[in-house]
């Protein structure tokens, strides 16, 4: 391999190394995003353990499909 093929080969590996970087910082804003609520922790909720575990399943979910 020439300098210009491991430069060219180098730049794909960075493009498809973004890709997942950005998988990964989507996954984690949707986990995120599923436990921020004060409600959900907040044991005066009537449904607190319901909404809370809902909660975690469905960010435990976004952080499973990363792969």
């Known amino acids: 391999m020439d300098k210009n093929e491991l430069i060219t080969k180098q730049q794909l590996e960075i493009e498809s190394l973004k890709i997942v970087i950005s998988g990964y910082k989507s996954a984690c804003a949707d986990a995120r ?28 979910q976004a952080l499973e499909d990363i792969d």
């Open 33 to 60: 995003n599923f436990l921020w609520r004060p409600e959900q922790w907040s044991t005066k909720c009537p449904d607190f353990p319901k909404v809370a575990m809902n909660g975690i399943v469905r960010a435990r």
